[in-house]
């Protein structure tokens, strides 16, 4: 008896694996043209047109989707080096910076702290509980206090609120 499948079970000679196997190589490579694009820093409408997407939500699909393979630990692990990329950065430009006063180099930073402030995941927005405005007009100050959606204004009875 011999281990030779029979061409029904063979996925090379099936024609719908093949073309299943070919979609799967094409979007691979896509994906990889997207991840190479955007690791260069081209916005998603230029990575859409370079690979051939219809939109820039296209291209970012797919690089979402390759993203998500990337195990956690991977993801971690770039992040570090991310950030060890911009420590160095920031070292390499600090003493000049805040001897001299060279506000260039300053300005790239804040820059950089910003950048690894937001790999961090440091700059979570917070939901105020209300916005608020200042104006100053001669002698004159209104503050303008805004809340969320949903909430009464300020200026509101709790009477008017519990009856409707």
């Known amino acids: 008896m011999t281990d030779n499948p029979t061409p029904a079970n063979n996925k090379a000679s ?11 190589l ?5 994906e990889k043209q997207v991840m190479e694009l955007r690791l260069a820093g081209y916005p ?3 990575i859409a047109e370079q690979v051939g997407f219809t939109c820039a939500a296209s291209a970012y699909k797919s690089w979402k989707r390759c993203i998500d393979r990337i195990p956690t630990m991977a993801v971690e692990e770039v992040r570090m080096v991310e950030s060890l990329k911009l420590d160095r950065l ?7 910076a805040i001897q001299n006063k060279n506000v260039e180099q ?10 690894k402030a937001a790999l ?4 979570v927005k ?9 104006t100053e007009t001669h002698n ?12 009464p204004p300020p200026d509101t009875d709790i009477d008017d609120i519990i009856v409707s």
Do not use: C, F, H
């Not at 094409?26 to 896509?30: D, F, G, I, T």
């Not at 920031?90 to 000049?96: E, K, V």
């Not at 300053?106 to 950048?115: E, Q, S, Y």
């Not at 961090?120 to 700059?123: K, N, R």
């Open 120 to 123: 961090l995941g440091l700059d």
């Open 140 to 151: 004159y100050t209104a503050i303008n206090v805004v809340p969320p959606a949903g909430l």
């Open 90 to 96: 920031q070292r390499s430009l600090w003493a000049d």
């Open 26 to 30: 094409l979007a691979r490579q896509r």
């Open 126 to 134: 917070v939901n105020p509980i209300a916005e608020t405005s200042i």
């Open 44 to 46: 998603w409408e230029t």
């Open 14 to 24: 099936n024609p719908k694996a093949l073309k299943r196997n070919a979609v799967k």
């Open 106 to 115: 300053i300005t790239a930073i804040l820059k950089i702290m910003a950048r």
